[in-house]
């Protein structure tokens, strides 16, 4: 089965699975959600294959990364997803918090349904996930210049949920889950720093949202940390009373003269870089080219 099959099969079994929570309601709040570019489900069939079992897995570890997205969006009050706007800016916070608590319930129903070490490796990696927010909204209250927490982090809240992926790629294969472990743990790091990075060089329509949003959420990212150890003094204090506030073009331009100015970008990539080759070691036994693709393609993307 050709991968842009696979994946419209596990779009089908999200798409059943929300019908059979019986609701109307649900059924309308969900048609105005977009499948983002399901990197979770391409990792989990590159490792485990196509069956029914991992399309499952697949679909339902889509619909636990739309939960968190969904609960995201209110926290970082976003008002875009995706290009479209978001379920908390078109129906409201309640809404929105609801939605993704009847998609994280009805996925976990049917996790557990499946081999029982794919619910334990995935509620696992929602504990996780959700102390990475909770690290996220602490690190924002204030400006910072903490890599390390930072890094751990990104590792909370964004690979924990890619590390299941693979892990459950590896029970279904019946392969060494720990050597996916740290595949996924450093896949996903490297895709938090570029995702990052890209917050600052893209513009809002590549995006799908506005462009340096995590700047104006007064979130502090790599990119920015590297920066502004560079600025002088007086610099350095323009940054930190631009932060968290909107920005006009100028100062937009600003910031994003001097990211390029003091190679922060450059240096944001090869640490990113320094991740990605710790996943490629990790996997460069096991013989599976589809592996070093994917780490590839999320270094190279551009939204
Ligand atoms: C996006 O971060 C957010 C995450 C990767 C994880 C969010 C997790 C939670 C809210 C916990 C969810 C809990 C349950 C029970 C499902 P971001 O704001 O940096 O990325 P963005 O720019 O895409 O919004
Ligand atoms: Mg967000």
Redesign the pocket.
């Known amino acids: 089965m050709g991968l842009e099959f696979a994946l419209e099969r596990i779009k089908a079994y999200i798409d059943m699975y929300i019908k059979e929570c019986g609701n109307d309601e649900v059924l309308n709040l969900s048609s105005h959600l977009s499948q983002g570019k399901m990197l979770r489900s391409k990792l989990l069939l590159a490792i485990s294959g196509v069956s029914e079992d991992s399309l499952r897995a697949c679909a339902l570890i889509e619909m ?1 990364q739309s ?3 969904l ?3 209110v ?2 009050e ?1 008002q875009t ?1 995706r290009q479209k706007p978001s379920i908390n800016a078109l129906f409201g916070n309640k809404n929105a918090i609801m939605l ?2 009847v998609l ?1 319930s009805k996925a976990f129903y049917e996790l557990s349904c499946l081999d029982v070490r794919l619910a334990q490796s995935v509620s696992s990696a ?1 504990v996780r ?2 102390i ?2 909770i690290e ?1 909204v602490s690190l924002a209250s204030r400006f910072h210049t903490d890599k390390q927490a930072y890094i751990k982090m990104c590792g909370n ?2 690979a924990a ?1 890619i590390v299941a992926a693979a892990e459950c790629g590896a029970i279904l294969k019946g392969l060494n889950k720990n050597i996916y472990r740290i595949y996924g743990e450093n896949l996903g790091i490297a895709f ?1 720093i570029i ?2 990075i890209l ?1 600052f060089t893209q513009d809002s329509k590549t995006l799908g ?1 506005p462009s340096m ?2 700047f104006k ?1 007064g ?1 502090v990212t790599l990119p920015l940390m590297l920066m502004y150890e560079k600025l002088d003094e007086n610099e350095r204090e323009i940054v930190q009373n631009l932060w968290a506030k909107e920005l006009s073009e100028e100062q937009e331009i600003w910031i994003k003269v001097r990211m390029q100015k003091h190679n922060a970008i450059s240096q944001s990539i090869d640490e990113a870089k320094v991740y990605a080759n710790k996943a490629f070691m990790a996997v460069a036994n096991e013989n599976n080219a589809k592996l070093q693709e994917i780490i590839t393609q999320m270094i190279e993307r551009t939204f």
């Open positions: 636990i939960a968190s997205l609960h995201d969006d926290i970082d976003a997803r993704g608590d994280y929602v996930l959700s990475g927010e996220d809240k964004t949920l938090q995702d990052d917050d949202k949003s995590d959420e979130k």
